[in-house]
């Protein structure tokens, strides 16, 4: 056992799941998109799941913000069974906790970066102001442009502000760098890494990018909807560093 998975183990995780499994039914097929999937993510960690497409990974991630539910096993958020929570308690739990962030930004082209984070901003119980949010993004210089003003990696970092104002501890990215090019990527990532670091916020990102796996804590690889394997990465490698 490695000096960190010692150190994990001393530390209470944010999430604790144990034999998830989720089967979609299409018609008269059965999909079977996890099979008893055991995992913990603990507090400030920056994890990334990798695996091909249909390994499970974006089902994994909804049933951990509580966008799904899995028809079989648990899920516990700082010992909340969020499987037995009603739907009333997990909008609540969604809206206080957690920032989502996809791989299409979803803003609203009528509104500014300013507008589109507020949005978030007047419904969170502490946030920050948006203001603050942006220049955590370094989108200090704009914050009054519409997303057709900005280019794909600043509206995903728009979007990212967006996810990080109402301070959630728990940040889930599935494929944020899926639509952008290499260098623009980087710079979203870079924002991922900084509120990571900054915030303390538990942060888990979905790729099918493997060189983006050297900035994690932990890779969990999945493959056939199951946790194929762990790595810890004894050196991280700084955002700025990667190229794909």
């Known amino acids: 056992m490695t000096r960190l998975e010692e150190m994990l183990l001393a530390i209470e995780p944010v999430f604790r799941a144990r034999e998830i499994s989720k089967i979609y039914h299409m018609g008269d097929v059965d999909v079977q998109a996890l099979r008893g999937v055991d995992l913990e993510l603990y507090p400030g960690e920056f994890v990334v799941l990798l695996g091909p497409s249909g390994s499970g990974k974006s089902t994994l991630l909804n049933i951990l913000g509580g966008l799904d539910v899995p028809s079989a096993g648990h899920v516990w958020y700082h010992g909340q069974d969020l499987t037995a929570a009603s739907e009333k308690e997990l909008t609540a739990f969604r809206r206080e906790h957690v920032g989502f962030v996809f791989q299409f930004y ?19 119980k502490a946030p920050m102001t948006p203001e ?27 979007a990212i ?3 990080i104002a109402k301070r959630p501890a728990v940040l889930l990215c599935d494929e944020p760098t899926g639509a952008l090019d290499s260098q623009t990527g980087v710079h979203v990532l870079e924002a991922l890494e900084r509120i990571n670091a900054e915030l303390g916020t538990t942060t888990v990102v979905i790729t099918h990018n493997a060189d ?5 804590n932990r890779v969990l690889y999945l493959a056939d909807g199951r946790i194929a394997r762990v790595e810890h990465n004894a050196v991280r490698i700084a955002a700025s560093e990667l190229s794909w």
């Open 106 to 124: 979803n803003l609203i082209p009528s509104l500014s970066a300013r507008e589109n984070v507020a949005i978030v901003t007047e419904i969170a």
């Open 132 to 158: 603050d949010a942006l220049r955590r993004v370094r989108l200090d210089d704009r914050m009054d442009h519409f997303p057709s003003q900005l280019s794909g990696g600043q509206q995903q970092r728009v």
């Open 161 to 163: 502000a967006r996810a």
């Open 212 to 216: 983006i796996a050297r900035m994690a």
